[in-house]
């Protein structure tokens, strides 16, 4: 199968090298602290983060930092099938694990002990990346909630098709089978904090891929941030400062 | 790197979900004008001269794919609408199509207009696709009319007279290929067109008249849908059609859904199906299934369609047919259980392109007009082809190329067009590239490109060869080569020495060729493309250029060469107790030829070193090959027949047996114990992208005509199992020393071939050889030339970490089209090869077998005899210089 044409076209109309559209908003759901909708193309993913708020737990109180929860569902509608899904299965458990992870080690958790802090992330609809959109949404979603961070957490992936390396991979991409590289970066400390894939790769081409990937984690970051600034002026704005 | 694009969404509907995938649109899409001032001029391939730039329709490229080829039309721009039609629709039309836009000699360029942002279109409501991609394909004509503005003309070339008619209203100047051709001036062009069909626009008058006066011969394909939907009810059933390779009336389509083959006689119920086409069969009812056995061939075909005679006037094939069918029928009770049908619609074309000659026929009046001619395809399962030509005079005695177009219902054979001629009839170089046409092989001489990647010659083993950490200087050993008398790409050669606890090292010395073919270049490319040498009667076309086959690469005696080596310890029962992979330099101090080495051998006398190593290693090999064979490894292939040809005439003088000496075996058996070791190892390694070479079992069908023959001569096999098989071989000894070995080549005929694979598409007891008994194989021992072996030197170079493994073993679609090629390559170089290494002659056996079943003569053998002749005979004619 043809991922890149002769002429350099993705299937989608994309260049190897470009990301699709991203769209982001703050603030889409009023009952909790913090919300945001994220898009990557067609990928849809809503975020609400509660807290910091008391354990609910008690047996899970940690008395020298505060207790991140994260689950992660699809909607039945997210996919074009439309199937009724399980709760907790496999997949959406580890995802929530790795989202609850990269999370973690950017909220600076340790300013809140004995609290909890959880992130609820939906995926509205599905068309590859979901993962990705996942932590953007939860950073964004996280800011509009006040939680303290380190840095903004932001994620792209980037594939491996027809000898190419290909930026931001959509479903019909995804499920060509290729190496499928997922990284979530601190985008001002220039550190990762997450890095997945699940194929082989040499060395070499691996390095470019992770590379790409980076990079498209730093466009996020940079829309992110920008997204941010106007929400912040809007909100200035409200106040009348 | 984000550009700010406008985007729109596209819906396609499928079957019960609705997908939704997004579709950007571009500005940066160039015109690949070198004329235009506006867009970026680096990928601009159209002149600038007065010439039009065409655009092409969808039906123009694939119908007209052998016009475009030709130099005369150029300036084409090919919109990524109709490439994508084309591919739905055709890939080998696509390939071509693509192969054309990135020749740099050509001027095609592909125009992305479904990405740009002012020749997208989105389908109206109620539009079909079809009318949807015509709009396209208007809309960016008349972006490229007034992009370019008044500079250049630009010409929309259809045959679709609504598409025609609504361009014309629409301002934009289109023309059919036909009148666009005429205007050229080039009458030699026309006969490469490709005749319209009814609802082109230049048969429009002809087409009432026609149904009034031809009849219907054939019955009408099933539409599609009528054919999805049968084939979901189970009443009909797909499958590739296969037609007898010596009988062009009868055909089987393998059929998955009922788990066995389904026979078709007669050109009737084939039903304008060629070989190779998947076609929907609807079985006939049972009771028919007998009857057809009982009925000749001929007789059918008249009762069903009264006026049809298959192939008038040509005595040649028409009592045969009868005859054969009437004698099978007789002796095969067995195989009337097997059920027949008929086709009743094509899923998919497998057209290409047909060498041949045209019949013989008178001159028409007028000469230099229009003449109709049937074409007769050197290859017996395609029917007559009718084409046009305008110069029937200059073709009547050439070997031509034809390509088929269409066969309606109406006409009794399909009718196609001229694409080139070979060369005089009966000319021997002409034959011989029918031959290698006919076989798909690239026969051209290296292109520069390709020779620029061999290193300067006089080449010799360097300094920094022998530096070299990952090469071990094996020089001091006594390293030989055994091989046929001659032979110059020498590709292994062998090692043994006796160790001091009373074990043998031996080591398998094979050409290190990966060290000069790298991966990615040229050179690579092309032996990729190539996958084989192939050997013909008279020559040898090379899988890589001579000097590397027949200097840098052989591993000739008493120079110092690279090697790739697999070195065992062995005891004397010849038990592998540990083995050993490097790279190496070697300098081997004989090339024997088998029969020397032979010699060396029996002669009690020698007792020199060299010697003492071969009887060593013959012993070795001795008890390998005992215990390869009470595994229940077939020994079939060891024997092969000999041709004696009259260097003159190329008649065929005598045949006989390749005499299979023990330093054969001994040398093959090491060779099996190397490629088995290889095997293991790169599997180990790379599980999922490993390049193996299996041979599945066989079914009991496939052995059907070697249980036939053996029955007809009174003989009983036992095909349960390998082992099995090999010992009822064994015991098949007839007063005569040949029969055992000819119903042993029989056996090999009748088998599936061994094929290559990756690894990680099939599961590992898929991976196992029959004909071996080993449950891991492949190719390790000839890379001079083959190329899998090149692939399996890079793999097992990377196992050893020595090199990176090369990227395109990430890609496993890749790989298996790789894969696939070699046994494309493989099996048309076997075609296309001398003597009997032919599967499809198990069916002259057979039939032989069935004229000579019923008597219980002597001359069992003389028969088996008198096909290999036959077989040679054919295999002559070909090269027959009968002038
Ligand atoms: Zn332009």
New interface residues.
């Given amino acids: 199968?043809e991922y890149v044409?002769?002429?350099g076209?993705r299937?989608?109309?994309?260049r190897p090298?470009?990301?699709?559209?991203?769209r982001a908003e703050i603030g889409a759901v009023a009952k909790a602290d913090g919300s945001a909708v994220f898009e990557m193309?067609?990928t849809k993913v809503i975020a609400a983060v509660y807290g910091p708020r008391e354990v609910q737990n008690r047996s899970q109180q940690l008395s020298d930092q505060a207790l991140v929860r994260c689950e992660y569902s699809m909607a039945n509608f997210s996919t074009?099938?439309r199937m009724r899904r399980p709760k907790g299965d496999r997949r959406s458990t580890e995802i929530s694990l790795v989202i609850r992870q990269t999370m973690e080690a950017c909220i600076l958790t340790h300013l809140m002990p004995r609290s909890q802090i959880d992130i609820f992330l939906q995926v509205l609809q599905a068309?590859g990346g979901t993962r990705s959109a996942c932590i953007n949404a939860a950073t964004l979603a996280l800011a509009d909630a006040g939680i303290p961070m380190r840095d903004l957490v932001t994620s792209c992936s980037a594939g491996?098709?027809?000898?190419t390396p290909l930026l931001d991979l959509?479903y019909?991409e995804d499920s060509a089978?290729?190496?499928d590289v997922t990284v979530g970066i601190l985008p001002k400390l220039d550190k990762v904090t997450l890095l997945q894939m699940d194929?082989?790769?040499?060395m070499?081409?691996f390095e470019n891929v992770m590379q790409l990937a980076m990079?498209g984690c730093k466009?996020v970051a940079n829309y992110i941030r920008e997204v941010l600034l106007e929400n912040t002026k809007t909100l200035e704005y409200r106040r009348g400062v | 790197m984000l550009q700010s694009k406008s985007f729109v969404k596209k819906t396609k509907q499928g079957r019960v979900v609705k997908v939704v995938r997004e579709h950007y649109l571009r500005d940066d899409i160039y015109c690949g004008a070198s004329s235009c001032k506006v867009c970026d001029s680096s990928v601009a391939c159209l002149s600038s001269n007065a010439s039009p730039i065409l655009i092409v329709d969808t039906n123009v490229v694939l119908n007209q794919i052998d016009l475009l080829e030709n130099p005369a039309i150029d300036d084409v721009v090919v919109l990524s609408v109709v490439l994508d039609e084309v591919k739905n629709k055709n890939i080998s039309v696509y390939n071509r199509v693509r192969a054309l836009c990135s020749n740099s000699l050509r001027k095609f360029f592909v125009f992305s207009n479904e990405y740009h942002k002012d020749t997208y279109v989105k389908a109206m409501v109620g539009e079909s696709p079809n009318d949807r991609n015509d709009r396209a394909i208007r809309v960016a004509t008349q972006w490229y009319q007034s992009h370019l503005g008044g500079r250049t003309r630009v010409l929309l070339i259809t045959n679709d007279r609504e598409n025609k008619r609504k361009a014309t209203e629409e301002g934009i100047s289109a023309e059919t290929i036909e009148s666009y051709v005429k205007s050229l001036g080039r009458p030699d062009l026309l006969d490469l067109l490709v005749h319209p069909t009814s609802g082109d626009v230049s048969m429009g008058e002809v087409e009432d008249l026609r149904p009034a006066k031809r009849k219907v011969i054939y019955s009408e394909h099933k539409p599609m849908s009528e054919i999805t939907s049968g084939l979901h009810r189970g009443i009909y059933h797909q499958g590739k059609l296969r037609v007898n390779r010596y009988n062009p009336f009868e055909a089987y389509v393998g059929s998955e859904s009922i788990g066995d083959e389904i026979i078709i006689y007669g050109r009737g119920n084939m039903n304008r199906a060629f070989d190779g086409d998947i076609v929907a069969v609807e079985l006939l009812p049972q009771d028919q299934w007998h009857e057809e056995k009982s009925l000749s061939i001929a007789d059918e075909e008249d009762d069903e369609e009264e006026d049809v005679h298959l192939v008038p006037g040509s005595a040649d094939d028409a009592p045969r047919t009868t005859n054969l069918v009437q004698g099978s029928a007789r002796d095969s009770n067995s195989v009337s259980s097997r059920p027949s049908g008929r086709v009743v619609g094509i899923i998919k074309r497998n057209w290409h392109s047909y060498c041949g000659s045209l019949e013989p026929m008178p001159m028409p009046a007028g000469n230099g007009g229009v003449a109709h001619a049937l074409f007769v395809s050197k290859d017996r399962r395609i029917p007559k082809i009718r084409i046009q030509t305008r110069q029937l005079g200059n073709l009547l005695d050439k070997r031509i190329i034809v390509a088929v177009d269409s066969w309606d219902c109406l006409s009794r054979y399909p009718s196609g067009h001229y694409v080139r001629t070979i060369g005089e009839i009966g000319d021997r170089d002409t034959e011989s590239e029918v031959v290698l046409i006919e076989n798909d092989i690239d026969s051209r001489p290296f292109s520069s490109q390709v020779l620029a990647c061999l290193p300067p010659l006089p080449w010799l083993v360097s300094s920094e060869d022998l530096a070299n950490p990952i090469r071990q200087d094996l020089r001091h050993l006594c390293v030989f080569s055994v091989d046929p008398p001659g032979c110059k790409d020498i590709d292994d050669a062998l090692h043994c020495i006796t160790l001091p606890n009373g074990n043998f090292e031996v080591g398998v010395h094979i050409a290190d060729v990966t060290n000069f073919v790298h991966p990615g270049t040229p050179l690579d490319d092309e032996a990729t493309q190539r996958g084989t040498s192939v050997y013909l009667v008279e020559r040898r076309i090379d899988m890589l250029p001579k000097p590397l086959t027949e200097d840098i690469c052989s591993l000739r005696a008493d120079v110092e060469r690279l090697a790739f080596s697999v070195v065992w310890e062995m005891t004397p029962e010849a038990e592998i107790i540990s083995t050993r992979y490097t790279k190496s330099v070697i300098k081997s101090c004989a090339a024997l030829s088998y029969i020397e080495a032979q010699a060396r051998m029996d002669d009690s006398r020698l007792m020199d070193p060299l010697t003492t190593d071969l009887r060593n290693m013959n012993a070795l090999a001795k008890i390998m090959r005992l215990r390869r064979i009470e595994r229940g490894a077939l020994t079939l292939a060891s024997a092969e027949v000999k041709f004696q040809i009259d260097t003159e005439t190329h008649d065929p003088l005598d045949i006989g047996m390749y005499q299979i000496r023990e330093a054969n075996q001994m040398v093959e058996e090491f060779m099996l114990a190397a490629n088995i070791s290889v095997a293991e190892k790169i599997l180990k390694h790379f599980p999922p992208c490993s390049l193996l070479r299996r041979h599945p079992s066989p079914t009991r069908e496939m052995l059907e005509p070697l249980l036939r023959t053996a029955a007809a001569v009174g003989l009983n096999l036992d095909v349960s199992s390998s082992k099995a098989l090999a010992d009822s071989l064994d015991c098949a000894v007839g007063d005569d020393p040949y029969f055992n070995k000819l119903i042993r080549i029989l056996a090999t005929r009748c088998m599936t071939q061994a094929v290559y694979f990756c690894s990680g598409d099939l599961s590992p007891p898929e991976f196992c050889h029959y004909g071996l008994a080993a449950p891991l194989y492949t190719h390790f021992t000839s890379p001079i030339r083959r190329y899998a072996d090149v692939i399996v030197h890079r793999l097992l170079a990377a196992s050893l970490g020595i090199y990176k493994l090369p990227t395109i073993f990430q890609d496993r679609p890749q790989l298996t089209s790789i894969a696939d090629n070699l046994n494309y390559r493989h099996r048309n170089a076997q075609m296309a090869g001398p003597g009997l290494s032919r599967t499809p002659y198990c069916h002259l056996f057979q039939e032989t077998a069935d004229r000579h079943g019923g008597q219980n003569s002597e001359d069992k053998i003389e028969w088996l005899y008198c096909i290999c002749a036959q077989v040679w005979y054919r295999r002559a004619c070909v090269l027959d210089t009968k002038r």
């Fill in positions: 199968m044409s002769p002429e076209l299937l989608d109309g994309r090298m470009e990301m699709r559209q991203i193309g067609n074009g099938d068309d491996y098709l027809n000898s959509n019909v089978g290729g190496p194929a082989k790769l040499p070499d081409i990079e466009a």
